[in-house]
């Protein structure tokens, strides 16, 4: 019989072995060693998929084993058996599960086996390792992502000393992170945060929020750099904060950027408000003195309140101060004029370029008895490479002059230097203007005087006392060109009553002559120098002369003459005396054209006048019609040949002196010849008004206008009744 006590303890053992399968935290699975499954626990139906009652007799490699795994696991189960070894038994290995749904998961497996009387039994302890594993891959590559990351990274821990710092600390800072472990990142501080800012950065990151802020660090070697900087607390699972993170970017290069731009702004503003003053309507004076206040009144340049500007007299090298302010008495007298290469502020001007003083040496040779140890930024004012002025001003004893701070100056300068241009060509152009309206005026004058000249020659010698006289000239004379010869017609000034010339008369190829030159070309030949001019040539009547314009007189592109027009002093004619006598020229080609075609006109109605006596004198019979055959005009011996009194015939047509048979087989016949050639010439039968019909001798012409065009026809006829009877007794 069999023991009840041990049939009692069997069963327990089986109960909690039970128990176990069933609650334990892993999946279990239990196969035998032809590999079906014999033992499937709920952890498993969970992990996998499959039900107990589904997996019991089932292949593990058909089920939860990869297709990559299957061959393996089969080979090591006959190894196993064969040698009793395996190469995963009884050891935790990291394997890939595969899900009832298709996807696989990673698992921890851990293989025990068994031997039960004639077989082998095996147990896998199964473990899903995915959320182990994701947040091991999370947490690689986070560490990663800080190690790689382009911001510095530091960590310290909750007294602030450093525990971590990334590569690109390093890079940042200079110092190793074996350099700075332990250390307080006070190592970086460079003196430029308030110690102010450091408590509100405690106090906040103290009491759990982030700060966000710029630090003005300084680097191992020296060097100080910016950073934007964002210090977090680390805070464990308690809420407890047990590490400080900092991410810092570098912001060196924007910074510079920012500073660069502020200051852009500044100088620009300056600027701007000096071009302001440059376009106020006031003397130039009282510009260079706004000018200098403002230089003088700049916050962010180390100027003592006081300076200069100086301008370069007219026509020399000399520097005439203009404006000043805080200079010393003594030094407006010795400063009031100062050659260039002299002092400070001419050796600027002579030289080109600014110069500097740290203090009041050999070089400053403009000085006084108890003058103030000082030093100067001396400034030229250049337009191109011309020297237009020099700015001066002060700056304390021992100064170290500043690149940038040069570079804005001669900026200033260079900005002055246009309005000082500007000023400059205002006054010139109002001058000018001035001038033009005197000229204008003066030329509106002596041309409405001219045009009411009776004669040529009167005209010419109103032209030449007239301009004389309005504009000052030295001499004034004029040409007319005569076939190939330029002949003077009146002369005003030195010589010019007497008419003695030695360029009476002027042939047109004479080469050393401007007047010869400027009929030639038919253009103004302007000398403001004639000793600079190869074609001019001296007059021994006229020695002072200096200067010379000769402008021809022409009518569309034809030449009639030339105005010479002669100064006594180099540079007094110009572009705008040279513009003003050609209008005054074309007025003088207009009225010699006027007097031109005034007597052409008077001829011609003499001409006509004694035409139109022959004609209508004339024995022989005249007329005048239009294209249409109207008749214009007949004289008395035509309209007393057919019968009729002149007037009689105005606006009849040619056709009442022909009768039909006349006018088809005699007149068409004749007219058409007259269309074909312009002109014929023959008998023709021709009728009275009593009827009666008459030969005549007919000469008809096609009368044309002045482009060739066909305007009307002009007739002769002459009765040949007797000449034809003499003819018939013959």
């Not at 450093?162 to 003196?191: H, M, W």
């Not at 400063?335 to 050796?347: E, K």
């Amino acid at each position: 019989m069999s023991n009840p006590k041990s049939k009692t303890q069997n069963l327990k053992s089986e109960d909690l072995y039970q128990l176990l399968f069933d609650t334990a935290l892993d999946a279990v699975v239990v196969i035998d060693e032809n590999g079906p499954v014999i033992n499937w626990n709920s952890q498993a139906e969970t992990m996998f998929g499959w039900t107990e009652s589904e997996m019991i007799g089932q292949q593990l490699s058909d089920t939860i084993i990869p297709p990559q795994y299957r061959q393996a696991h089969q080979q090591g189960l006959k190894r196993f058996l064969a040698t009793g070894q395996g190469q995963v038994t009884n050891k935790r290995v990291e394997i890939t599960g595969l899900h009832r749904d298709g996807r696989e998961f990673p698992i921890e497996l851990s293989i025990s086996s068994l031997r039960q009387g004639e077989r082998w039994i095996f147990s896998a302890f199964i473990r899903d390792i995915s959320k182990q594993t994701q947040a091991e891959e999370q947490l690689r590559k986070l560490s990663q992502a800080v190690e790689q990351s382009a911001s510095s990274v530091l960590i310290t821990n909750a007294r602030g000393k450093i525990e971590y710092a990334n590569p690109r600390f390093t890079q940042l800072t200079g110092y190793t992170a074996q350099e700075v472990i332990g250390k307080d990142p006070s190592i970086l501080k460079s003196g430029k945060t308030s110690p102010e800012e450091y408590k509100k950065l405690w106090d906040t990151i103290g009491s759990g929020d982030e700060w966000l802020g710029e630090f003005h660090n300084r680097r191992k070697n020296g060097e100080l750099y910016w950073v934007s900087a964002s210090i977090s607390p680390i805070k464990n699972s308690d809420g407890v904060i047990t590490h400080f993170l900092g991410i810092e970017e570098d912001i060196t290069e924007r910074k510079q950027l920012e500073e660069e731009r502020r200051v852009r702004y500044r100088q620009e503003h300056i600027l701007s408000t000096l071009l302001q003053i440059g376009l106020e309507n006031v003397t130039l004076d009282e510009q260079l003195e706004q000018i200098l206040q403002g230089i003088l009144a700049i916050p962010w340049l180390p100027l003592n309140p006081k300076g200069g500007i100086f301008l370069v007299e007219e026509e020399s090298d000399v520097l005439e101060l203009k404006v000043q302010q805080g200079l010393a008495p003594d030094l407006l007298t010795i400063c009031a004029r100062v050659p260039f290469g002299r002092c400070l502020c001419g050796q600027a001007a002579a030289s080109r370029q600014i110069v500097f003083a740290d203090c009041v040496n050999e070089r400053h040779q403009n000085t006084y008895d108890g003058i103030i140890e000082h030093g100067h930024y001396n400034v030229p004012i250049l337009s191109g490479q011309k020297v237009l002025g020099v700015i001066v001003l002060y700056l304390p004893a021992g100064y170290q002059k500043k690149e940038q701070e040069e570079t804005f100056l001669q900026t200033i300068a260079n900005t002055l230097a246009g309005i000082i241009r500007r000023k400059q060509l205002e006054q010139h152009v109002q001058e000018s203007l001035m001038r033009r309206e005197r000229q204008v005026r003066t030329s509106t004058e002596i041309a409405k005087q001219i045009a009411a000249a009776p004669a040529l020659d009167e005209l010419f010698k109103q032209v030449v006392d007239l301009v004389w006289e309005r504009f000052g000239y030295y001499h004034v004379r004029i040409y007319t060109l005569e076939q190939n010869d330029l002949v003077i017609q009146a002369g005003m000034g030195q010589a010019g009553h007497e008419g003695q010339y030695i360029d009476q008369q002027i042939t047109l190829t004479t080469k050393q002559s401007l007047i010869a030159q400027s009929a030639r070309t038919g253009q103004p030949v302007l000398a403001p120098d004639v000793s600079k001019a190869p074609d001019w040539i001296s007059d021994p009547q006229l020695p002072d002369t200096k200067a010379e314009i000769a402008v021809p007189i022409k009518l569309e592109q034809t030449v009639l003459g030339v105005l010479d027009v002669q100064n006594n002093a180099v540079g007094s004619l110009s572009q705008e005396d040279q513009l003003a006598l050609l209008g005054l020229c074309g007025q003088i080609a207009v009225a010699i054209d006027s007097h031109r075609v005034e007597a052409e006109r008077k001829q011609a109605e003499t001409e006509l006048r004694r035409l139109d006596w022959a004609i209508r004198q004339s024995m022989e019979g005249m007329a005048i019609a239009d294209l249409d055959g109207n008749i214009q005009f007949v004289n008395l011996a035509w309209a007393r040949a057919h019968g009729y009194e002149p007037e009689e015939l105005q606006g009849k047509h040619l056709s009442i002196f022909h009768t039909q048979e006349q006018l088809r087989n005699e007149v068409a016949p004749f007219n058409e010849q007259v269309t074909l050639n312009g002109a014929n010439q023959g008998e023709v039968g021709h009728m009275r008004k009593n009827g009666s019909t008459f030969p005549t001798w007919m000469s008809v012409t096609l009368l044309k206008d002045a482009s060739g065009q066909p305007m009307g026809l002009a007739a002769a006829a002459q009765d040949i009744t007797e000449r034809k009877l003499a003819a018939s007794e013959l």
